[in-house]
């Protein structure tokens, strides 16, 4: 049973820092400021008695205080030999505001899981609007999707331009296929076999208090983890770069709907032909239209490089650190959901017009 559970007036927050460790917080709200306020969480405080001086700091303050000024009134309250070790000002600050925006964890859903399942790329990028409507909308548990494809494919952001990012020469030369996703960031190149890309659907409870930078590495906890496994370590490079000493290794997109939905997606890299991603990709090239955003030409280091392991093993080591730490369950898509992808593809992701949305 949750906190949630056992005290209704009390709120409960939790975050997780990347690379660091948990806070915990427990309060109330009385007369519009914080009250009871408790701190707890595995991380390190030196001395003892600061925990004491920063739940006192916490005491009192505005509940619509920002997270700058509840980091400050922590910060302030410290006594000048305090050492806090996997945590900060700022994640109790997060952490509050989690907790006063009643936001939900990871433990509070029950979690399905989607082996790779083989379809057309425009389908993958319809299917993650619809699961993540449908999400939002209560008629789906939060999921954990991973995509299969056949055909080489080049994915762009909402936002690109597709004249600066695609060259029509070499796509058509080496048989790929463009699709516009839904999310915003960069352009994706996805070889089959080359590439994995998983997406989540969540309700935006489970993100409530946390800033776009901090919801990034906070839904991917579970991947630096199954990384570490593989003895790769991993961390975000910010905004969205998932990347280890060798250069990057993948990238993640979000997009948030009004159901009350959020689709996060991630693509990376397993192997790559830097050739032909350079003939299809305009990377570094001059840009043919001054609309749209444009991909950074970075450093990619694939996984099969750093790890000697098959794909299919490092797809099996992700679901499985997904499921024992999330207690997920197998499932699959649904006759009804395929139908919402095809219409979509149909009205929507397959129209020259939405490839063309940003010229």
Do not use: C
């Amino acid at each position: 049973m949750s906190s949630r559970e056992q005290d209704s007036s009390r709120l409960h927050g939790e975050f997780k820092v990347a690379g660091g460790k948990l806070v915990v917080v427990d309060l109330e709200v009385r007369d519009g400021k914080l009250a009871d306020v408790s701190l707890s969480g595995d991380f390190f405080l030196e001395p003892d008695d600061a925990l004491a001086d920063i739940n006192a700091a916490l005491e009192g303050l505005p509940a619509d205080a920002t997270g700058a000024d509840i980091a400050a009134a922590v910060r302030a309250n410290l006594p000048a030999d305090a050492v806090l070790f996997g945590f900060s000002p700022e994640a109790i600050a997060t952490t509050v505001r989690r907790a006063l925006a009643k936001a939900t964890g990871w433990n509070d859903h029950q979690w399905e899981i989607i082996a790779p399942t083989p379809l057309p790329t425009a389908m993958h990028v319809a299917m993650d609007e619809v699961l993540a409507e449908e999400v939002g909308a209560g008629k789906r548990n939060p999921t954990l999707r991973f995509w299969e494809w056949e055909t080489p494919s080049v994915v762009i952001g909402s936002f690109q331009s597709l004249r600066n990012e695609v060259d029509p020469q070499g796509a058509q030369k080496h048989g790929v296929t463009v699709v516009r996703r839904i999310s915003g960031g960069g352009a994706m190149f996805m070889e089959h076999g080359n590439a994995i890309t998983y997406s989540i659907y969540v309700p935006q409870s489970l993100v409530d208090g946390l800033s776009f930078a901090e919801s990034y590495p906070f839904l991917d906890a579970w991947v630096m983890e199954s990384l570490e496994k593989l003895g790769i370590k991993a961390w975000y490079q910010p905004l969205n770069d998932i990347a280890t000493d060798q250069g990057k290794i993948g990238g993640a997109a979000q997009k948030r709907f009004s159901s009350g939905g959020m689709l996060h997606h991630v693509t990376m890299s397993y192997d790559i032909d830097a050739d032909k991603m350079l003939e299809v990709l305009r990377i570094g090239k001059e840009k043919l239209s001054d609309k749209g955003t444009t991909s950074a030409k970075k450093r990619v280091d694939p996984l099969r490089r750093q790890t000697g392991l098959t794909r299919e093993e490092i797809i099996k080591t992700m679901m499985d650190t997904f499921t024992a730490r999330y207690g997920a369950v197998p499932a699959g898509i649904t006759d009804e959901e395929m139908a919402l992808a095809e219409k979509k593809v149909a009205d929507k992701f397959g129209t020259a017009e939405w490839l063309n949305r940003v010229p």
